[in-house]
């Protein structure tokens, strides 16, 4: 029968020569040790320091810290993303905000304390992984340490006897083992094997795909680009400066680094749900476009999707927002042409009922021959219902209406001011009148035209066309940050649910001349799955080697104990009890003598 015990490692006694040496190595980690008090000098300060920033803990420590840094970053507005939001946090906290100012907190990802931190990290993480990846690469050019003196000392073991020769024994267990994908060879009189090196591999891995991470993240922000463009139906975009409704990029992006491409936006299509509690709700927004790459480039035809962009190259086209963009035609008292285009609006509601001006800057002269401005608040009810004049019933053009409210004046285009072209500047303008003196104000449906009093012209609504707004993202690294977080997740759960462990079997001749053979096994951390393992290796060792008989004490047999207040005998090929947590002894084990000796 065999003995099977686990329990806790003892400490090695001085005369178990190689205990020590067999359980080194299990891991890469650095050896913790007791932070003293360095050795005076600039050197032992130095070590000391580079000992600190490359341990486990302050690693851990300061990516707290990072991650502690950026959420002033999402709570408080920041002067890269929306500056006008910053200045009015100012004027709203005038003495909190200075405060704000001085800590670097409208601006946290590209502040001194954070870019401090995240370099720290960096730093930390390289000093860590270099030695680290170097001792692992010494471990797998050499080979697994040779078996301890007492096999017996480590926390799982088992022991039995065997009839045919050592040298057969160990042969067989080399091959086993092999099988099994363990690292093995002959170590004197022992087979020693390792297995689970992709613990340490997806150790490895996590740190170094952090630092990917961490470099694909600052590359990202150093060199991106973000930008919005609204096209009408129609129209078209090249991805040239001058053409971005608005821009942001990165400290380090130029213009050179655009992506040279253009495209058309030939139709964007809606649908709404018509009926039921989300009636109105969008269920499709698609945009069909003729796009070319490069100056020379071949027109292609593509639809761009919800969260379903347009790469080309880094760059890509988000579809991020719809609205309408009735189309009208300007004439003056004369009859003349003297606008003719469609206008985005800018929509107030789910149901798209939109708002803008209508602007006549150029061209225009009244029934006297004054050349002033005109200009129109515009009001678009995509879905017309009687009774609801001021809102639409639902997104889609169903019934449109356009209600125009004409004035004529100064627009104030020329004094430099920067004006929304969603708001009418009305301090130089003047209203229309109509027959009763009241403010002008018509609705029109399509190819309906509004004339404006006193021969000063007239405007048409020629119908409606649809915008889409597109933003064109370029931040490379992206590819590189999603590689390392998906090798960070499958590091992490290697080095969670891999266990390196190491197995020894040693085969020696016993004090009687039978072949004791002693399997052990230790793991970098206690589990129940080593103590199964070495079972289970046991008894497949144990099908391939002779058995060897029990040693007989007693002359009489088994019948001459057979009293009544004679210890029970176990019987040849019976297995015995096995600690909580231990392997199944193998059924037809046999107890080995002569270990200790």
Request: proline share 8%; glycine share 10%.
């Amino acid at each position: 029968m065999s003995k099977t015990t686990v329990g806790e490692q003892t400490p090695a006694a001085p005369d178990d020569q190689g205990l020590g040496a067999a359980g080194s190595q299990l891991s890469t980690a650095p050896t913790e040790t007791l932070s003293g008090a360095p050795a005076l000098g600039v050197v032992g300060w130095a070590r000391w320091f580079w000992r600190q920033l490359t341990s486990m803990r302050v690693a851990l420590l300061l990516l707290l810290l990072l991650a502690l840094g950026a959420i002033p970053g999402s709570l408080i507005p920041q002067t890269g993303t929306d500056p006008t939001k910053v200045a009015d946090f100012l004027k709203e906290n005038p003495t909190l905000g200075p405060v704000y100012d001085k800590l670097g907190l409208f601006h946290v990802y590209s502040s001194v304390w954070f870019s401090a931190i995240y370099l720290l990290l960096f730093v930390s993480l390289i000093g860590c992984i270099i030695p680290r990846t170097w001792q692992f690469v010494g471990q797998l050019r050499g080979r697994p340490p040779g078996a301890p003196r007492r096999l017996t000392r480590l926390p799982a073991h088992t022991t039995w006897r065997a009839g045919g020769e050592p040298e057969e024994v160990r042969e067989a267990a080399l091959v086993l083992l092999k099988k099994r994908r363990f690292r093995a060879h002959l170590a004197g009189d022992a087979v020693a094997a390792e297995k689970g090196y992709l613990r340490e591999v997806g150790n490895l891995a996590f740190h170094i795909a952090l630092i990917v991470m961490l470099v694909a993240f600052a590359w990202g922000q150093l060199f991106k680009m973000e930008g919005n463009k609204l096209i009408v139906e129609g129209d078209g975009f090249s991805n040239t400066l001058t053409q971005y409704d608005d821009i942001k990029s990165g400290t380090l992006f130029s213009t050179d680094d655009l992506e040279p491409f253009s495209f058309t936006l030939n139709d964007f299509t809606g649908t709404y749900e018509v009926s039921g509690p989300n009636k109105g709700t969008p269920r499709t927004y698609q945009a069909a476009l003729t796009y070319s790459v490069g100056a020379y480039g071949k027109d292609e035809k593509t639809v761009v999707k919800v969260n379903h962009p347009l790469e080309i190259g880094d760059s890509k086209v988000y579809l991020t927002a719809h609205g309408y963009a009735p189309a009208v035609t300007v004439r003056n008292g004369k009859g003349e042409v003297v606008y003719r285009d469609a206008v985005p609006l800018l929509p107030l509601d789910s149901n798209v009922t939109s708002s803008g001006v209508i602007r006549v800057l150029d061209g225009y002269r009244d029934a006297k021959g004054k050349s002033e401005q005109l200009a129109f608040q515009a009001f678009l009810l995509p879905s017309y219902a009687k009774g609801n004049e001021v809102s639409s019933v639902f997104p889609a053009l169903l019934n449109p209406v356009l209600n125009l409210v004409p004035y004529h004046g100064d627009l104030g285009v020329d004094s430099g001011i920067p004006q929304s072209v969603y708001q009418l500047d009305k301090s130089h303008m003047k209203a229309f009148k109509d027959a009763k003196g009241l403010q002008m104000r018509e609705n029109l449906k399509p190819g309906e035209t509004l004339t404006l009093p006193g021969g000063a012209g007239s405007i048409t609504y020629d119908g409606t066309k649809e915008w889409a707004n597109f933003q064109v993202t370029q931040q490379p690294g992206s590819g590189w940050a999603l590689g390392g977080a998906l090798t960070a997740i499958f590091g992490l759960a290697a080095s969670l649910f891999i266990q390196r462990r190491r197995v020894w079997v040693r085969a020696v001749k016993g004090a009687d001349g039978v072949t004791v053979v002693e399997m052990a096994g230790l793991g970098r951390s206690e589990s129940a799955k080593l103590p199964e393992e070495i079972g289970d290796l046991a008894g497949l060792l144990y099908d391939q080697t002779p058995a060897a008989p029990d040693p007989d004490d007693d002359p009489g047999g088994p019948e001459a104990a057979s009293g009544p207040d004679a210890d029970p005998e176990p019987t040849p090929g019976a297995a015995p009890e096995a600690a909580p947590g231990s392997p199944t002894p193998h059924p037809r084990a046999v107890p080995a003598e002569g270990l200790e000796k």
